[in-house]
């Protein structure tokens, strides 16, 4: 008797193989589920994203056609006249200028747009926070009102201020501190502040996401600790809402340095950033291997700064 339950029979061990195979097949059918589940949001990614982007690839390896469009014959002349140029007359290579003065014209406003808004943006997002419950919701709408209009429609409102006969100039006027109207409009000056007015609210509300989950007691406690308000404000409040400042300057510099209706209006021809040259080859200069390959870097820098941010705050972490 000690023999037969010591020894399992062939009937246990049918039992337990069949158990294994049961629940196999139900990790299986999970995941077929899953990728079933999937399959449209993949469906849209492939459709909107992927199949654009190797579009603008292959256009960015061909030749110019002859009116516009590309000609099937591959070559990197697209990528080489990023940064360089050939001469006219013996067709050596030489810096392209024009290019360069652009590509850095377009990180300064950027990065420019992004320091003027978390400026702006940060005082302002600790004010909604710290304004009682039924107050925050009707701030916050007025902060996203500006976004129920297009773009374009407020670009052409910040023209109204800028022009030498707008608000500004009638202001400073009639009160008597300048004796002509100022230069404003189509000068850096002027896209500059059409960029923050345009996405200071892509700032503010990230950085309210994270004010609003603060406790406010551990800045209490700094202050009892005999730490002033600079002291606070630097060891205690922006360490704890660091993701809301970093999650508010990619929303901000990415938009800002691909922008195009804000330059191409309050600019004129003297403020074009990397989004009017883009348009440029696809329309007046029907250049479109180098729009698409113009694109393309631009979308590589983006990617490689936000890799480089990824790589540092996870080994901050780690090390933290």
Same mark, same amino acid.
């Given at each position: 008797?000690?023999?037969?339950?010591?020894?399992? +029979?062939?009937?246990?061990?049918? %039992?337990?193989?069949? $158990?294994?195979?049961?629940?196999?097949?139900?990790?299986?059918?999970?995941?077929?589920?899953?990728?079933?589940?999937?399959?449209?949001?993949?469906?849209?990614?492939?459709?909107?994203?992927?199949?654009?982007?190797?579009?603008?690839?292959?256009?960015?390896?061909?030749?110019? +056609?002859? =009116?516009?469009?590309?000609?099937?014959?591959?070559?990197?002349?697209?990528?080489?006249?990023?940064?360089?140029?050939?001469?006219?007359?013996?067709?050596?290579?030489?810096?392209?200028?024009?290019?360069?003065?652009?590509?850095?014209?377009?990180?300064?406003?950027?990065?420019?747009?992004?320091?003027?808004?978390?400026?702006? +943006?940060?005082?302002?997002?600790?004010?909604?926070?710290?304004?009682?419950?039924?107050?925050?919701?009707?701030?916050?709408?007025?902060?996203?009102?500006?976004?129920?209009?297009?773009?374009?429609?407020?670009?052409?409102?910040?023209?109204?201020?800028?022009?030498?006969?707008?608000?500004?100039?009638?202001?400073?006027?009639?009160?008597?501190?300048?004796?002509?109207?100022?230069?404003?409009?189509?000068?850096?000056?002027?896209?500059?502040?059409?960029?923050?007015?345009?996405?200071?609210?892509?700032?503010?509300?990230?950085? =309210?996401?994270?004010?609003?989950?603060?406790?406010?007691?551990?800045?209490?406690?700094?202050?009892?600790? =005999?730490?002033?308000?600079?002291?606070?404000?630097?060891?205690?409040?922006?360490?704890?809402?660091?993701?809301?400042?970093?999650?508010?300057?990619?929303?901000?510099?990415?938009?800002?340095? +691909?922008?195009?209706?804000?330059?191409?209006?309050? #600019?004129?021809?003297? $403020?074009?950033?990397? #989004?009017?040259?883009?348009?440029?080859?696809?329309?007046?200069?029907?250049?479109?291997?180098?729009?698409?390959?113009?694109?393309?870097?631009?979308?590589?820098?983006?990617?490689?700064?936000?890799?480089? =941010?990824?790589?540092?705050? %996870?080994?901050?972490?780690?090390?933290?």
């Amino acid at each position: 008797m000690a023999l037969v339950e010591t020894v399992p +029979g062939p009937t246990a061990q049918h %039992t337990t193989l069949s $158990g294994e195979e049961a629940t196999a097949q139900a990790e299986r059918k999970t995941r077929r589920l899953r990728w079933i589940l999937l399959t449209p949001a993949l469906a849209i990614i492939c459709g909107i994203g992927i199949m654009p982007l190797s579009i603008i690839l292959v256009y960015s390896f061909m030749s110019p +056609g002859p =009116y516009a469009g590309i000609s099937w014959e591959p070559t990197f002349d697209a990528w080489i006249s990023l940064v360089l140029e050939r001469d006219i007359f013996d067709d050596t290579l030489q810096l392209n200028d024009a290019h360069i003065s652009i590509l850095f014209r377009s990180l300064w406003l950027a990065l420019l747009t992004t320091v003027l808004t978390l400026i702006f +943006g940060f005082p302002l997002a600790y004010f909604i926070a710290t304004r009682p419950a039924r107050q925050r919701n009707l701030w916050l709408f007025m902060i996203s009102l500006p976004f129920w209009s297009n773009l374009l429609v407020r670009t052409f409102a910040m023209m109204l201020f800028l022009r030498d006969d707008g608000y500004i100039n009638n202001v400073l006027l009639l009160i008597g501190l300048i004796d002509k109207p100022m230069i404003l409009i189509y000068t850096e000056f002027a896209v500059a502040v059409g960029l923050v007015y345009a996405f200071l609210p892509l700032m503010v509300m990230p950085l =309210y996401a994270s004010m609003e989950k603060l406790d406010f007691r551990l800045i209490e406690a700094g202050y009892d600790l =005999y730490a002033n308000r600079l002291q606070v404000l630097r060891r205690v409040i922006i360490p704890l809402v660091k993701p809301g400042i970093v999650a508010g300057c990619i929303l901000v510099f990415i938009p800002a340095i +691909g922008s195009w209706v804000t330059p191409k209006l309050l #600019g004129g021809g003297k $403020g074009l950033m990397v #989004g009017n040259l883009i348009s440029n080859q696809f329309g007046t200069s029907r250049d479109w291997p180098l729009g698409s390959a113009i694109a393309l870097f631009l979308m590589l820098m983006v990617m490689i700064a936000l890799i480089i =941010y990824v790589r540092n705050s %996870t080994a901050a972490r780690d090390h933290g």
